[in-house]
């Protein structure tokens, strides 16, 4: 690792989402960044594949999670039932249950747009996947921001579920308390350089409940506005979070860092 440079891991990525020739790129240079891994989330069973795929290419560099992301359309129940089975027989290749979550701006969009939306199937899909990752004793990683964590809340306890992790998380005061008093984890993306509700939740959260990612390849504002999403811009990130916690860089990054590989025993 080059001098100056402590280990990162990207905790939610969508490596499959790139144009190959980025990933691929980007993969290479990871090392060279101080990236030791990424978690390579997938949006549906054809996304798994092509995460499994990238798995194969780069084992120990990239991990997968298997899921089926909420801000799209539901398919038939056959094709939901083939992406079950396909992970039950892959299991053992994932470190956890994701994307998996609540359609929160999709049915925004739908408000605004005075049409009629119906939660309950994905309320149903979501209450399947925390099942799933139960019986396999796996974490589950959560799209669900604002009134929807709370949805998200009540099905982990439901199925005491504690091995939550909340990506790019959003959300009421009290929301965030029940949260972190729940044990979950919650991440947040390069934005914690520029956005103010960000650093608030950073300073409400417990350091050692909080991990780092990209959400990569979607783009990124302020000093970010123009690039390529990269997981080396997650320095920027760990400088914002040390100032924001009052620590050095060095030990922020590092305890950021095991919070990840204590998380998803990787
Ligand atoms: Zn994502």
């Known amino acids: 690792m080059p001098n100056g440079s402590y280990p990162m891991i990207d905790a939610h990525i969508h490596v499959d989402s790139?144009?190959?020739?980025?990933?691929?790129?980007?993969?290479?240079?990871?090392?060279?960044?101080?990236i030791?891994?990424?978690?390579?989330v997938s949006m549906n069973l054809s996304s798994c594949l092509a995460n499994r795929d990238w798995l194969q290419r780069y084992p120990g560099r990239v991990n997968v999670a298997y899921g089926f992301h909420p801000e799209q359309?539901?398919?038939?129940?056959?094709?939901?039932?083939?992406?079950?089975?396909?992970?039950?027989q892959h299991q053992t290749e994932m470190v956890a249950i994701g994307e998996v979550g609540l359609p929160y701006y999709t049915q925004l969009e739908a408000s605004r747009n005075e049409q009629a939306f119906n939660q309950e199937p994905y309320i149903h899909l979501l209450e399947r996947f925390i099942m799933t990752a139960s019986r396999?004793?796996?974490?589950?990683?959560?799209?669900?921001?604002?009134e929807d964590a709370e949805?998200?809340?009540?099905?982990?306890?439901?199925?005491?579920?504690?091995k939550a992790h909340f990506h790019w998380f959003k959300g009421s005061k009290a929301t965030t308390l029940r949260m972190s008093r729940s044990g979950y984890y919650i991440s947040v993306t390069p934005d914690v350089v520029y956005e103010v509700e960000i650093q608030q939740l950073i300073l409400q959260y417990p350091l050692e409940q909080i991990m780092?990612?990209?959400?990569?390849?979607?783009?990124?504002?302020?000093?970010?506005?123009?690039?390529?999403?990269?997981?080396?811009?997650?320095?920027?990130?760990?400088?914002a979070i040390a100032r924001l916690k009052g620590l050095s860089v060095e030990e922020t990054a590092s305890i950021l860092y095991q919070n990840t590989k204590r998380f998803y025993k990787i």
């Open 18 to 34: 790139y144009h190959p020739a980025d990933a691929q790129r980007i993969m290479a240079e990871c090392q060279s960044y101080g």
């Open 36 to 40: 030791e891994k990424v978690i390579s």
């Open 73 to 88: 359309k539901l398919p038939a129940e056959a094709e939901i039932q083939q992406l079950f089975d396909w992970i039950d």
């Open 136 to 146: 396999y004793d796996k974490p589950i990683i959560l799209h669900a921001v604002y």
């Open 151 to 162: 949805i998200a809340c009540e099905l982990l306890e439901k199925h005491n579920v504690t």
């Open 212 to 239: 780092i990612e990209t959400d990569g390849p979607w783009p990124f504002e302020g000093p970010f506005t123009g690039q390529l999403t990269h997981p080396a811009m997650m320095k920027e990130s760990c400088q």
